[in-house]
């Protein structure tokens, strides 16, 4: 049976590197692995691919949206440890809606046949919800999962995905399996407290904390995954991905989250701090 993801967070938190990564991770596991971009910059896979590749959107154009023209090579490319990559792109800048494109790549992946072959289903999806487009994969997701920073704003975001995921509760089966701390630095005095107490509030758990360390980013302008590359401290920055890749793939704690209203968040993290 497959488990479908949903990642999720502010713009520019880290979700696509943190996706690939933990897609690499669940690959090294043993499981297969699709993970599906569902940006219109069209990079979530370049760190498995090393390389742009056409979207779903792009491919559908050419053949004026006749899915029966398209195969699966056209628009499944492979990359690091085996996973299939696949991006849905984004319709053109201030036109159309993400949640069409989310729903025609899934419609292409039903007719391909594609649900079947996967152990896992990864949607790497665009900034914050700030339209039911961008929701569209939480109707088919089991868990949704949230990348977020020690900080206010990220933490404001987060507590939006929320009663996204509350919402969706009420009618599919998504449940939230956790927050996911990135740019963690103890040694600044960055840890996960904010993050903590939130998680808290809203009824879930941190679940992952990614380190603040430049290999990330060089990892990310080189198009490569972190376990490809040779560094004295790539273990440091592989291991949480290991580690929740075995929490996801052995059957995460899971729940609807209780998210806070806009005013009492603000009232609330400022006492925090």
């Not at 006749?66 to 849905?88: P, Q, R, S």
């Not at 949704?144 to 404001?156: E, M, P, R, V, W």
């Not at 927050?179 to 407290?193: C, Q």
């Amino acid at each position: 049976m497959t488990l479908f993801l949903a990642i999720y967070g502010k713009g520019g938190i880290g979700k696509s590197t943190t996706s690939a990564n933990l897609s690499a991770a669940l690959a090294l596991k043993g499981a297969r692995v699709l993970q599906i971009g569902c940006d219109p910059k069209h990079d979530s896979t370049f760190p498995l691919t090393g390389h742009l590749q056409n979207t779903v959107i792009d491919v559908l154009n050419e053949v004026n949206f006749h899915h029966e023209e398209i195969e699966v090579d056209d628009v499944v490319k492979v990359g690091f440890a085996g996973v299939n990559t696949l991006e849905a792109g984004g319709p053109p800048a201030g036109s159309g809606c993400g949640g069409y494109v989310v729903g025609e790549t899934v419609k292409l992946l039903h007719e391909f046949g594609l649900y079947n072959k996967y152990d896992v289903i990864l949607f790497d999806v665009l900034g914050d919800v700030v339209c039911g487009g961008f929701s569209v994969p939480l109707n088919y997701a089991d868990y949704a999962l949230i990348i977020a920073c020690n900080d206010f704003d990220s933490i404001f975001a987060a507590n939006r995905l929320c009663l996204a995921v509350e919402q969706k509760s009420e009618r599919y089966k998504v449940r939230l399996a956790g927050i996911i701390a990135n740019r963690v630095d103890h040694e600044l005095g960055g840890g996960t407290t904010l993050l903590d107490e939130f998680a808290a509030r809203v009824g879930t758990r941190v679940v992952a904390q990614i380190p603040y360390h430049d290999l990330i980013r060089r990892s990310r302008l080189a198009g490569k995954t972190l376990f490809e590359l040779d560094h004295p401290d790539q273990v440091i920055c592989t291991t949480p991905f290991e580690q929740l890749a075995e929490y996801l793939l052995n059957g995460p704690l899971a729940e609807v989250p209780q998210p806070m209203g806009d005013r009492e968040i603000f009232e609330v993290i400022g006492g925090w701090q």
